[in-house]
């Protein structure tokens, strides 16, 4: 059983910068796709960034410039390097891996950007 769990979060000013981190225990094989995502209270799961199993990335425009996805294999981690944060940027953000033709997402991490 695969697992993903989310960390890095917290309480940051506006501008300040966050790593999020997502670990993954259990085995897992033949990644597909990787991903952060995040959501506001009432509002649905928007995708922030999302890498590809050859590489390529795709960033949400809203954040495009500020953030940095990526992975290291050797501790079976994404990271979701965050800069120059907003108050807008503040809600859960969920990690996502797609591999062997099955979905998992962590529990998320809560962001607060606020003065």
């Known amino acids: 059983q695969v697992q993903l769990v989310e960390s890095g979060g917290g309480f940051v000013q506006p501008g300040g910068s966050l790593r999020l981190s997502c670990a993954a225990s259990?085995?897992?094989?033949?990644?597909?796709?990787m991903g952060w995502y995040r959501q506001a209270p009432g509002n649905q799961r928007d995708l922030v960034a999302a890498m590809y199993w050859h590489g390529s990335t795709n960033y949400a425009d809203s954040m495009k410039g500020r953030i940095t996805i990526y992975r290291d294999n050797a501790d079976n981690t994404i990271y979701l390097q965050m800069n120059n944060l907003r108050p807008e940027d503040t809600p859960v953000y969920y990690c996502?891996?797609?591999?062997?033709?099955?979905?998992?997402w962590g529990k998320g991490t809560l962001v607060t950007v606020s003065s």
């Open positions: 259990g085995s897992i094989s033949s990644v597909d796709y």
């Open positions: 996502r891996v797609d591999a062997g033709g099955r979905t998992y």
